[in-house]
T-cell receptor
Framework: NAGVTQTPKFRILKIGQSMTLQCTQDMNHNYMYWYRQDPGMGLKLIYYSVGAGITDKGEVPNGYNVSRSTTEDFPLRLELAAPSQTSVYFC?????????FGPGTRLTVL | GENVEQHPSTLSVQEGDSAVIKCTYSDSASNYFPWYKQELGKRPQLIIDIRSNVGEKKDQRIAVTLNKTAKHFSLHITETQPEDSAVYFCAGPNAGGTSYGKLTFGQGTILTVHP
């Protein structure tokens, strides 16, 4: 099992550009999550999904969108990038109570 | 939703000493408390967790204690080693038992173990 994988590892965006952060898990987990981690801070929940076709907002959803068409994939979309979205983004999937994190995407918006 | 406060923000110890990190939570219905370790540039990884029907749990050099009355839980690392140096996060379930597994994370503790 590859576990939770994320692409890309790094990305630099200009203000106003759009991009999709990819997240895939091969553990057949229904629950998936997107977090952002700002420097020196904890993780904040952006969006989550309890299964294919079901998503909901977390603590900091503004400026982001998600979709969940399959159990495996949970992409995060940034439509109009802003400097405030500079962060490290982690995707996670959950089995029983344990969340398993992907390696993260480091995003810089200039 | 849940509010999780973590202290201290930084902790420096000598190799072989013990380290204790404490978290408080606000929602008395919370029933699951994990601890994650994050090495520099890496993903968070679960190191230990505890459920509300248990007061203490140990796994080799790490242990977690839970005080439901006072609404706090603590991570204890004994015989610290340089490889224990990392950022440690506590977490609590968001909105209690029907949270869909959502977690609220503490702010993190930077632990440095000096050889």
């Amino acid at each position: 099992n590859a576990g939770v994988t994320q692409t890309p590892k790094f990305r630099i965006l200009k203000i106003g550009q759009s991009m999709t952060l990819q997240c895939t898990q091969d553990m057949n987990h229904n629950y998936m999550y997107w977090y952002r981690q700002d420097p020196g801070m904890g993780l904040k929940l952006i969006y989550y999904s309890v299964g294919a076709g079901i998503t909901d907002k977390g603590e900091v959803p503004n400026g982001y969108n998600v979709s969940r068409s399959t159990t495996e994939d949970f992409p995060l979309r940034l439509e109009l990038a802003a400097p405030s979205q500079t962060s490290v983004y982690f995707c996670a999937s959950r089995h029983t109570d344990t969340q398993y994190f992907g390696p993260g995407t480091r995003l810089t918006v200039l | 939703g849940e509010n999780v406060e973590q202290h201290p923000s930084t902790l420096s110890v000598q190799e072989g000493d013990s380290a204790v990190i404490k978290c408080t939570y606000s929602d008395s219905a919370s029933n699951y408390f994990p601890w994650y370790k994050q090495e520099l540039g890496k993903r968070p990884q679960l190191i230990i967790d505890i459920r509300s029907n248990v007061g203490e749990k140990k796994d080799q050099r790490i242990a977690v204690t839970l005080n439901k009355t006072a609404k706090h839980f603590s991570l204890h690392i004994t015989e610290t080693q340089p490889e224990d140096s990392a950022v440690y996060f506590c977490a609590g379930p968001n909105a209690g038992g029907t949270s869909y597994g959502k977690l609220t994370f503490g702010q993190g503790t930077i632990l440095t173990v000096h050889p």
